[in-house]
């Protein structure tokens, strides 16, 4: 499926990868590895290290560090959001402008990626609650309404062709 979802991704279709589905969009991971991921974003997934002082997994509440508009991100503002993840992607001059928001666990991390319609999410919506969960699912129902848009001119050119 790799290379469909490559594929779909490639013609900025709407997509929204949460966690690990951040994570597959990065060149590989250090977890279980290395593994190779799509590809899509350079750079890779490392392991957050806990010598100095800080718990691995990373489990709790941060902030965002906006690095440009995220479309799906402007209702958050200055609201924390909630992680669950021992592996974080790894921000760099190559994939800069991919990255819209970071955090700080200790090291810098990606908490968000925007290019187009491709969206992709470190933390978890679902349980970061409130607005949050709703600017999600606002998005997940615009995807849904460019489907029916997108059935609905097939019809109506089909209504005008006959």
Known sequence: ??????????????????????QLLFEYSEENGPVKGLG??????????????????HIGWNA?????????????????VYFVHSYRAIPSDDNKEWVSSTCNYGY???ASI????????QFHPEKSGGKIFCAFSCYLFLIDSLKYRDLLKGRLQNLLRG
């Open 40 to 57: 899509l974003i350079p750079g890779v997934v490392g392991r957050f290290n806990s010598s100095n002082g800080f718990r691995v997994p």
């Open 108 to 110: 810098d991390f990606i």
């Open 1 to 22: 499926m790799d290379e469909a979802l490559c594929t779909y991704i490639r013609n900025d279709r709407p997509f929204l990868g949460i966690c690990l589905g951040l």
């Open 114 to 121: 925007r290019r187009g319609n491709v969206h992709g999410v």
């Open 64 to 80: 965002l560090q906006f690095a440009k508009d995220s479309e799906i991100l402007d209702e958050i503002g200055d609201r924390h």
